[in-house]
């Protein structure tokens, strides 16, 4: 759609202007919602929407720039795991109906919400490893991105990958059938390598020269270790940087699972990735509407100093 490359535009202008600011978690927030164990969080947009309603309301109101839809599992291949295939098409509209709502209801906060399409890895092993065939994840990436844009994302954002071979595939997938702003994140280990053993500099030079607007890091570990990983990758890279730490490492203590980085933590690093230069700040597993209130303070204090 052609508004979509005058999205593009806008939200490239605010970037060269300051730093965004992302949401946070929301699987970890459905959870205490009560999300059980082995439920589908995506199938929610179709039977608690007021909750997810509600999630991205609290994000917004603690100063979020640009919210997710609850779609990060809703392709095909991945809700295949729920037997919700045939369900793709309304999850993924809902999904992106429940995030405008939200943004309408809040219209308080004046400034301009944008809506980033949450696309996740499909959790099965491509060819020749495992039985997946790149053209089947290329469709299965062409068909949710292609409804995520109809309905009316800003732009997506492809999170928590950690085949190469695969973001490349969902990056193209994106570029082919759209004409979204397109952001590729993937996960580190402590080793500051994905499980798969991609370095943060080969994912960059190989997602920049296919065409990806920004690149990042998010999931896995704390703020301390993606750190590490976005001054690797902003040696390297040409274009946007985003990161979206979790709250670090869960614990479990005492029969709950516990995310050790406090909001000010979350804080303090913000600070430390705007001065590296990374230009989209968020929060994956283990973040709250709390972090998200720290981090936006953090942005504004370095707005008026700047
Ligand atoms: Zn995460």
Redesign the pocket.
Known sequence: MKADIIIKEEIKKQLNKRPLLLDG?M?TMLQTYGLKPGECPEEWNISHPQVITKIHQEYINAGADIILTNTFGASKIKLSNFGLVNDMVKINESAVKIAKEAINKERGSKKRIFIGGSVGPTGKILEPYGDLKISEVYKNYQEQVVILEKVGVDLIILE?FYDLEEIRAALKATKENTNLMVIASL?FDQNLKTIYGVSPEKAVTVLESEGTDGIGA???TGPEVLYEVLKMMKKVSQTYLLV?P?AGIPEFIEGKIIYPVSPKIMADYTEKFIQLGVNMIGG???TTPLHIKAMSDKIKNNLMVM
Request: with cysteine; net charge negative.
């Open positions: 978690a699987g928590t996960t998010n999931c896995g979206e979790n994956c597993c283990g």
